[in-house]
């Protein structure tokens, strides 16, 4: 029988804020295993499309919709004292779906912003995640050399997985919506004058859909201190599918899921295949 190791990394929770404004995380969340990359397998992949960069600065592909009637009202705060604001709206759209003990409580709007951005990319920046760390230990059956993840590692991603089940993508598209202008000027200071958060948000909601399902052990290896996929191909692949991948099959069928619904919200165009 295998020998298991076990690191004690924190891991991040999967974001309910990238369902919502797609913390993507969902958005997240995110596995980081504190300095450690999550390991994936080497199972056969469908060879890996070019990562897309920022959507085109000068044409808006998915202009967000407008606002409904019955949707949040009342003048917008400014984005450095939108944090109240943000958290108390996303509170009230959770209902009995627990979202608020997840957030990083300071820069909501921008952490988000970050963080969607970097998913589609190859790191996402810990230090600017808008979800809080989760105490864990993770385990890898096998020895130094060869290594599988185990998937008990999964669990700690259900209670976040289950809050996500129960939102309702409406009321939090309608969070995003009436938030919007903050996101906008958030993805602008980030670097992108002319860009289009809306943009980028589907954009990175279509790589996260496309990630691969993997079945079967997931090999990991660990060449130095931290633990790496084992197949190159799935190491390489953008950070958000790299999470769900480590969350396992059926939390990320459910963040799939969310997040085709928040996409259908924010956009009438279906994903690209």
């Known amino acids: 029988m295998a020998d298991q190791f076990i690191d004690k990394p924190t891991i991040s929770k999967p974001v309910v ?3 919502v404004a797609v913390v993507l995380a969902a958005v997240g969340g995110w596995l980081y295993w504190r300095g450690h990359s999550a390991p994936l397998p080497t199972v056969p992949v469908a060879e890996q499309q070019p990562v897309p ?21 009342g003048p917008l705060p400014d984005l450095g004292d939108s944090d109240k604001a943000m958290s108390d709206a ?19 709007i921008r952490h988000i912003v970050v963080t969607v951005d970097n998913l589609a990319r190859q790191r996402v920046t810990v230090a600017k ?14 020895d130094e050399l060869h290594a599988t993840l185990d998937s008990r590692n999964y669990r700690r991603y259900e209670p976040m997985v289950d809050v996500l089940r129960k939102t309702d993508m409406q009321r939090f598209a309608a969070v995003y919506l009436h938030f919007y202008p903050l996101f906008q000027k958030a993805y602008q200071d980030l670097g ?16 996260l859909l496309a ?3 993997i079945t079967g052990p997931v090999e990991l290896v660990r060449p130095n201190v931290m633990y790496t996929f084992a197949d190159p191909k799935l190491e390489s692949r953008p950070a958000g599918q790299k999470v769900l991948i480590r969350m396992g099959p059926d939390n990320a069928a459910a963040v799939k899921a969310k997040l085709m619904e928040l996409r259908a919200i924010i956009t009438a165009a279906p994903p690209k295949p």
Request: glycine share 12%; aromatic share 6%.
């Open 17 to 19: 804020g990238v369902a």
């Open 53 to 73: 960069a920022a959507a085109p600065e000068d044409r808006i592909e998915h202009p967000v919709p407008a606002v409904q009637s019955g949707s949040l009202q």
């Open 90 to 108: 996303l509170g009230e759209a959770g209902g009995g779906a627990a979202i608020t003990p997840y957030l990083v409580p300071e820069s909501i």
């Open 129 to 142: 995640r808008p979800i809080t760390p989760a105490a864990g230990t993770f385990i890898a059956d096998g």
């Open 192 to 207: 992108y004058p002319n860009g289009y958060f809306n943009d980028r948000l589907v954009q990175v909601i279509d790589v």
């Open 211 to 213: 990630t691969p399902q």
